[in-house]
Nanobody, 120 residues
Framework: QVQLVESGGGLVQAGGSLRLSCAAS????????MGWYRQAPSKQRELVAA???????NYADSVKGRFTISRDNAKNTVYLQMDSLKLDDTAVYYC??????????????WGQGTQVTVSS
């Protein structure tokens, strides 16, 4: 079994910063891609940023230049540094990871979500 646990969410004023962390634990052989998604009220969940095991990154246009995704493979942890936060960044943020639990396959796992609220 694999668990992803997010931390670092909270309330911040517009223009401020937050750093989210997501640690994977359990029966992990290796982790392929990792990513962050978000879901605002009445909206669909959307990709925010993703990172491969080799460190290649991909960002939603709305966060480019403001958010930075990174990972520590030794700690099975992915981070999301969020700077210059805007009101529209308010959402529940979820991490996910493509986890290989053996040599023969992998599965996507999701964290429980962490609330990020940006105030004016």
């Amino acid at each position: 079994q694999v668990q992803l646990v997010e931390s670092g969410g909270g309330l911040v004023q517009a223009g401020g910063s937050l750093r989210l962390s997501c640690a994977a634990s359990g029966s992990i052989f290796s982790i392929n891609d990792m990513g962050w998604y978000r879901q605002a009220p009445s909206k669909q969940r959307e990709l925010v940023a993703a990172i491969t095991s080799g460190g290649s990154t991909n960002y939603a246009d709305s966060v480019k230049g403001r958010f930075t995704i990174s990972r520590d493979n030794a700690k099975n942890t992915v981070y999301l540094q969020m700077d210059s936060l805007k009101l529209d960044d308010t959402a529940v943020y979820y991490c996910n990871a493509d986890v290989r639990t053996s040599l023969f396959g992998s599965m996507w796992y999701w964290g429980q979500g962490t609330q990020v609220t940006v105030s004016s």
